[in-house]
T-cell receptor
């Protein structure tokens, strides 16, 4: 099946620094990637939809200047948390939709746990 | 906006059947999904159902959809300890875009 990887799997950073999280589709091309955030014991919340070669579409309440998304190729999307603060600590999960696959299926990455101290 | 709700917790004994329930409010939902999340991991798509279907069976998994009541259920037959995880239901529109997830049901399987 389609595989999506995320790097790093976990990261600890100091308040005020920026952190970049990568999401890669390993064996397929993804025109669309999605970024989710999951708080402990809670559900996933969609942050933004990223289309290759165009600007990401952010969900209401998500600061686009804080969560920078770049989808420069068909296999890579990055999420940069700028000037991170402790409240940004969370589990970030990406998903990717296959270019030629079914619209209904998204493949999820294993997630990146971010801790801001 | 759309709302998807699930019960928080379910405990069953190994070998029994598990039934996880989900309700949703968006009548335009076209696809409904069940995902499994093990501790510290991402989501694994278990199965999905189109809104024009009533039932779908895939090995030990049976999905039932009552579109009138906007109720979705996942039945796991012969539940095993390896089935212990959090199960999320989700719905999307006909473009397969934005998924709206329920809060997740934590399934605990006792040996």
């Amino acid at each position: 099946g389609a595989v999506v990887s995320q790097h790093p799997s976990w990261v600890i950073c100091k308040s005020g620094t920026s952190v970049k999280i990568e999401c890669r589709s390993l064996d397929f091309q993804a025109t669309t990637m999605f970024w989710y955030r999951q708080f402990p014991k809670q559900s996933l919340m969609l942050m933004a939809t990223s289309n290759e070669g165009s600007k990401a579409t952010y969900e209401q309440g998500v600061e686009k200047d804080k969560f920078l998304i770049n989808h420069a190729s068909l296999t890579l999307s990055t999420l940069t948390v700028t000037s991170a603060h402790p409240e940004d600590s969370s589990f970030y999960i990406c998903s990717a939709r296959d270019l030629v696959g079914s619209l209904y299926e998204q493949y999820f990455g294993p997630g990146t746990r971010l801790t801001v101290t | 906006g759309e709302d998807v709700e699930q019960s928080l917790f379910l405990s069953v004994r190994e070998g029994d059947s598990s039934v996880i329930n989900c309700t949703y409010t968006d009548s335009s939902s076209t696809y409904l999904y069940w995902y499994k999340q093990e501790p510290g991991a991402g989501l694994q798509l278990l199965t999905y159902i189109f809104s024009n279907m009533d039932m779908k069976q895939d090995q030990r998994l049976t999905v039932l959809l009552n579109k009138k009541d906007k109720h979705l259920s996942l039945r796991i037959a012969d539940t095993q300890t390896g089935d212990s995880a959090i199960y999320f239901c989700a719905e999307s529109d006909n473009a397969g875009n934005m998924l709206t997830f329920g809060g997740g049901t934590r399934l605990m399987v006792k040996p």
